[in-house]
């Protein structure tokens, strides 16, 4: 079950006139919220409503670049965290489809807001394998799937990263995501594995380079329709 709740400061506004509780508060008193729950952004919730989120086994899914793209608000991720609480992370719009942009915003801005450095991690651990593990697992969880591991019965799903990679070189393997997270240069991807099918020659060949550019050609004529719709109006 996925809802988008408490993104933005009006509709816990609009929530509190129409019900007198906020919405979080209010999904809870009146839903039987589990781990079948999905709650997209949350990103405005009080410290109870924090906990009781977490206590309930709902997964929060994040989506850090549209929540700093529409000026949303920053998640309370430590506070969520402690207290065992499962988070996936999404791509709410077209700004950002990537995971690792995704993950690095989710980590800045709760440097921004906490002064801090490292806030996902515990001290001395790698803050990207924190990051991606808690991201891994979540997804999985928000998905329904048994995903992020190799094991009979979980999807064959993984990346090949090249380990030529210029941000890779003198660390070592433990502090690859880091590199791959925060580095501010593109993944080098070897391959792409889907559910046990190599997607390298679309990644490399005239098959990415052919729908890339019919996509294109797709939002120019979107917005050739938009620009005659306003001078219409």
Not at 153 to 179: C, H, I, M, Q, T
Not at 191 to 216: C, K, M, N, P, W
Request: charged letters at 25%.
């Amino acid at each position: 079950v996925h809802i988008h709740i408490a993104e933005q400061t009006g509709e816990i506004e609009a929530c509190l006139a129409w019900s007198g509780r906020r919405p979080v508060q209010w999904l809870l008193e009146h839903e039987d919220v589990d781990a079948r729950w999905n709650l997209v952004h949350a990103t405005h919730m009080t410290m109870d409503e924090t906990l009781s989120a977490a206590a309930s086994g709902a997964t929060a899914v994040l989506c850090p670049t549209t929540e700093a793209d529409l000026g949303d608000g920053v998640f309370a991720l430590p506070e969520y965290t402690h207290a065992q609480g499962s988070y996936a992370i999404g791509s709410d719009s077209q700004v950002c489809r990537d995971w690792q942009s995704e993950l690095k915003m989710l980590e800045y801005s709760q440097r921004l807001v906490l002064r801090e450095r490292n806030v996902a991690a515990a001290p001395g651990g790698s803050t990207g394998e924190a990051l991606f593990a808690g991201a891994l697992a979540g997804g999985a969880r928000a998905s329904g799937m048994l995903l992020g591991r190799i094991a009979v019965g979980a999807r064959a799903d993984w990346v090949v990263v090249r380990e030529d990679k210029l941000a890779f070189a003198g660390r070592p393997p433990g502090r690859y995501l880091d590199s791959l997270i925060f580095d501010h240069h593109a993944a080098d991807f070897a391959d792409i594995v889907i559910a046990g099918r190599s997607r390298r020659e679309a990644l490399e060949g005239d098959a990415y380079r052919s729908a890339r550019g019919a996509f294109a050609q797709v939002l120019q004529e979107v917005a050739e329709e938009q620009r005659l719709a306003v001078l219409l109006q």
